[in-house]
């Protein structure tokens, strides 16, 4: 399979290609990406062409954690927790030859209330025909306490919200990583949480 070299938007001057996040293979005649974060950008392409489809405005300003192509249509789990559907125009055959492929409608089929919202990495995977949501948490424990003398060269350092936190070595920190998994409701629009995936079944999600 032949796919066109992803657009940069906005344009950079330099040989570097955007940070691709998912790349999901919906059809013989259609592939759907995401690259970027904050926001991310949804792109679209049918194998062979020379380029891809990226202008969707509905979708811009939207932060993408992870997609899937469920039933037909593509799916995709947004930083909130929202579940969408994403609905993609075709030819009747399939074969996308009347022009580029584009969204034609975007609907939220799971819609998580403002007090309510969830924090990525968020995961969606698909399981015995039924939509999975996977959240992953970390907690870190700090092992013993400092003294006074050693707490005053207690190192701080910036992170991705502009706030300070300390940072230990690895020797005293213990990091315990917990997953959560909600099947998609479509029928009350919610997540509900399941406390087993099936003695038989494993779950992979990606690094994201």
């Known amino acids: 399979m032949v796919l066109p070299r992803m657009p940069t938007d906005p344009p950079v001057t330099h040989d570097t290609p955007p940070p691709l996040q998912k790349l999901v293979v919906c059809s013989p005649t259609l592939v759907a990406a995401v690259v970027g974060k904050r926001p991310s950008q949804l792109l679209l392409c049918r194998p062979g062409s020379a380029s891809w489809s990226c202008r969707h405005d509905r979708l811009q300003a939207l932060e993408i954690q992870d997609m899937v192509s469920y039933q037909g249509k593509l799916h995709a789990l947004v930083n909130s927790g929202d579940l969408l559907s994403i609905s993609i125009s075709e030819d009747d055959d399939g074969s996308h030859a009347g022009g580029e492929p584009t969204v034609s409608s975007v609907d939220c089929l799971v819609r998580i209330s403002p007090g309510r919202r969830t924090e990525p990495p968020l995961y969606l995977v698909e399981s015995d ?40 070595s690895a020797e005293q920190i213990e990091l315990q990583t917990k997953f959560e998994v909600f099947a998609a409701d479509m029928a009350g629009s919610r997540w509900r949480k399941v406390r087993s995936v099936g003695g038989d079944r494993v779950l992979f999600v990606g690094r994201w």
């Open 129 to 168: 025909g039924a939509l999975l949501m996977v959240r992953k948490e970390n907690h870190s424990t700090r092992e013993g306490s400092y003294s006074d003398d050693e707490q005053s060269n207690v190192i701080l350092y910036p992170d991705d919200d502009d706030s300070y936190v300390p940072l230990y």
